[in-house]
DNA sequence: CTGCATTGGAGTACACGTGCACAAGCGCCT
DNA sequence: AGGCGCTTGTGCACGTGTACTCCAATGCAG
């Protein structure tokens, strides 16, 4: 949604609201495939997701016509052909900064190395932390902030992680960026500005209840109207 | 995006993504005046926030005319009225299921307290974590899931945190909208179900960091055209 | 091999959200 | 007291994304 508009490319031009459910597509048949289905029709797929089967035709179509009329999506096909289309068939190596609760829970959230990610790098200021050894499978690390551009450097990473307090957030952008990061996934609580070029996406955890609560809270004045 | 348009109310209408920008809105103001400023122009808080100046009167006109042509808005009043629609200015009891590390970190979250979001209870089904003391502030004991519905009956809860592995989730969402529970936040990579009324808000941090790489392998897809 | 039922894919109409531009209103300065 | 400049608020047009409908391709059964 933010995302200039020269951002767009315009070689196969797949909508960002696509873009947004393929990992929600590729995570149900994922699901499916260790249910051991081998097909599935758009109506049982776009159930499993929440959306209308029409929605989901068109967004698959959009990557190329897989799916036989008359039977539906093979699984295994179906699933790589998105894994490859959002790029989770290469290796991808990432950073993450600030080793935190938050940066604990990503590094040893097991969701990421099945999917592509590898995490190469941990990194945080405080000298209590560095040195500690975090993660369930690889055993990655904490080291000192100040080897960011090394690590970055070495491992060719092109995705950081802020995980880092809202104050120490643009400083830790900015050298990820100056680094040669093109990538930002934003957990501190503050729109990080960035030069025309590197993507970021935002995740706020109050900010996401803040929702649920204005929702609540129509919800709780609609009662009383009626009563 | 989801949300059946059922469930849209006609009260007073504010677009869906309007309210995904209030809470955004809100932040930013908290900083200002944090810094000591007493009146911002449209213009000044959209380039803050990351949009265009049109977009943020027009959301804000939709609360009300709360601003004065050719001043601006002042920080603090305008700050009450969207903590007011967002339902900020009251207390949010809320319980989190699953201490693991991510349950760990919104505990210790210190956003919440501060937005009116109080945790009530913390609850997870491993003995050895049953009793832990956890959270920065307000020292609350983890409980056994057995007491999930005895915790949200007692305390009112009307929003529910799930932060249990993809397995055990939809149980436990079950179980939190029988007792009583009408929000739901969920960090559990699936898509949950749940009857009309109740309101859901998804955050999977793999899914996040899937958009990044699609884009990531868009650009050097791009680059290699290029050379 | 033929007919039928099923299902993906394309085309179309609509609604939502966004950006632009202008008018309305407030405060300050003369 | 009056005008001038600044900023808000809003009507309108545009583009994007979504929902709906139709059609043809395809597998399966007889």
């Not at 080793?99 to 200021?125: C, E, K, Q, T």
């Not at 960035?194 to 004045?221: I, M, N, T, W, Y």
């Amino acid at each position: 949604m933010p995302l200039p508009r020269s951002e767009r490319t315009a070689t196969t031009a797949v909508p960002e609201a696509t873009v947004a459910r393929l990992p929600v597509y590729h995570r149900a048949l994922v699901a499916l495939a260790e249910r051991g289905a081998t097909t599935v029709s758009s109506e049982e797929l776009a159930a499993a997701v929440g959306v209308t089967s029409a929605k989901l035709r068109k967004d698959l179509s959009l990557l190329g016509s897989y799916g036989t009329r008359g039977v539906g999506y093979e699984v295994d096909y179906l699933l790589y052909q998105i894994s490859r289309e959002l790029g989770l068939t290469q290796d991808w190596p990432l950073v993450i900064v600030g080793v935190g609760n938050l940066g604990r829970a990503l590094a040893n959230y097991g969701g990421f190395s099945s999917r592509g990610f590898r995490i190469v790098g941990l990194l945080d200021p405080d000298p209590e932390i560095v040195g500690e050894k975090i993660g369930a499978d690889f055993l990655v690390e904490v080291r000192p902030l100040d080897e960011l551009e090394d690590v970055v450097t070495e491992a060719g990473v092109l995705i950081g992680v802020i995980a880092t307090p809202a104050h120490a957030a643009q400083a830790v952008c900015d050298r990820l960026i100056a680094a040669g990061v093109r990538s930002i996934m934003n957990f501190a609580p503050l729109v990080v500005a960035v030069p025309p070029g590197v993507s970021v996406r935002s995740v706020d955890l109050g900010l996401e209840l803040q929702v649920l609560a204005f929702h609540e809270q129509r919800k709780l004045g609609r009662e009383e109207v009626r009563s």
